[in-house]
């Protein structure tokens, strides 16, 4: 059987917008990042600029070593899989991802050298210290717990390893937050992110001396419709419970627009939190 073939019923031998908001289920968030494998790596610059931050961080721990085993956590179309692979051409490398669909795409865009598994972050059906590396960019914001990621993470890791994680916070897109808010009171059209104290609490506890690096970042648009195409082209569009079942009117569309904050030039910011974190297992598993 095929690598990309392999899902989570074969356990494989790989040697805010409103504070009740509550994170969406993982059918819902599988599927609709499975609709947008497709134009996913066009609208990605967030995801690359997030992602090439871990790979200088790790590269510059691995001076005179090299790792053998790569876990790519929540890869999507395999970009970082992929960049990660050339990064270490002797490693192997593996790709895991909640959606089918983005796994699918990965493997039909790389070549028989890496490996890919369609699973679920909070259940890794993965030997315990089985890698070198495990990175994840932009993934666990979509998780209930991300403590429940972290420590499979940890459970993964072979003695000094290394994890690399980035994540986003509460306050992202809070542009876009208070543009819904004054156009459609009450009814939120933005995903929920966890805030940097319930973050450091989760990594605290499942990462004993994890370092917490937090930054705003900032992407420009043409407008808030482009900034809205781009999180469709993502899967990254509003996944809560409470989000209308119908096509939001296009008054409110229109009003949303009016309100978003302009540049002088006519375009528009979106903000957001961003966090890295990176932890190195102890040297021996007597010392975890």
């Known amino acids: 059987m095929s690598a990309a073939a392999r899902t989570l019923a074969e356990p494989t031998d790989l040697d805010a917008a409103v504070a009740d908001t509550e994170i969406a289920d993982k059918l819902l968030i599988a599927r609709q990042f499975g609709k947008a494998c497709g134009t996913y790596e066009q609208a990605s610059r967030l995801q690359r600029r997030m992602g090439e931050a871990m790979c200088r961080t790790l590269e510059s721990g691995y001076e005179g070593s090299r790792p053998l085993r790569i ?16 990064l270490w051409p002797s490693a192997r490398v593996t790709g895991v991802d909640l959606s089918p669909e983005m796994i699918r795409k990965a493997s039909e865009q790389s ?6 598994l369609v699973a679920d972050a909070d259940a890794l059906p993965l030997r315990d210290h089985s890698f070198d590396i495990v990175f994840s960019n932009l993934m666990i914001q979509w998780c209930a717990d991300p403590g429940q990621v972290l420590a499979q993470c940890r459970r993964l890791l072979k003695p000094g390893g290394r994890l ?55 992407l420009s648009y043409t407008s808030p419709m482009a900034l809205a195409a781009e999180l469709r082209q993502l899967g990254a569009g509003f996944k809560g419970e409470t989000r209308r079942k119908t096509l939001t009117a296009p008054g409110r569309v229109r009003a ?25 297992a102890a040297e021996s598993l007597s010392q975890s």
């Open 71 to 86: 876990l790519d956590l929540g890869c999507g179309t395999g970009w970082f899989t992929r960049r990660l692979a050339n």
């Open 111 to 116: 070549g028989p050298e890496l490996d890919w």
């Open 164 to 218: 690399m994680v980035s994540t986003l916070l509460d306050g992202t897109l809070h542009e876009l937050v208070g543009a819904w808010a004054a156009a459609d009171p009450g009814q939120p059209h933005v995903n929920r992110f966890e805030s940097e104290s319930f973050l450091r609490e989760r990594v605290t506890d499942e990462l004993p001396g994890a370092s917490i690096d937090t930054r705003t970042l900032q």
């Open 256 to 280: 949303m627009c009016g309100h978003y904050p302009k540049e002088s030039d006519g375009t528009v910011i979106a903000s957001y939190e961003a966090a890295w974190v990176h932890w190195r």
